[in-house]
Nanobody, 125 residues
Framework: EVQLVESGGGLVQPGGSLRLSCAAS????????MSWVRQAPGKGLEWVSV????????SYADSVKGRFTISRDNAKNTLYVQMSSLQPEGTDVYYC??????????????????WGQGAQVIVSP
């Protein structure tokens, strides 16, 4: 059974930093690109970042470029996103998502076949 389990969410002050993790199991993690996608209350999904299967290439949404860093440890089957200079955007839920096809990179909210349960990030004074 494929599982993606996020952790590391919580309350952080504006300008602060937070690192989310996504523990993957049930599939060959190192064969798949992985993304982070977020959703604000009452809004649609927003693609945040993607990393290739080997971790050698990354891409970011303009809204987080320069502030977020996606990474992965294939030996630990874990995906990360380091978030800094967090803005007071309220409450977002961050999801890690597995790209549907091996060796394929997706930079959108479509093209995934597995999602984690989400990690809530609250940016507030």
């Amino acid at each position: 059974e494929v599982q993606l389990v996020e952790s590391g969410g919580g309350l952080v002050q504006p300008g602060g930093s937070l690192r989310l993790s996504c523990a993957a199991s049930g599939f060959a993690f190192s064969n798949y690109a992985m993304s982070w996608v977020r959703q604000a209350p009452g809004k649609g999904l927003e693609w945040v970042s993607v990393i290739t299967s080997g971790g050698g290439s990354t891409s970011y949404a303009d809204s987080v470029k320069g502030r977020f860093t996606i990474s992965r440890d294939n030996a630990k089957n874990t995906l990360y996103v380091q978030m800094s200079s967090l803005q007071p955007e309220g409450t977002d839920v961050y999801y890690c998502a597995k790209v549907r096809r091996e060796r394929t990179v997706v930079a959108s909210t479509d093209g995934y076949d597995q999602w984690g349960q989400g990690a809530q990030v609250i940016v507030s004074p």
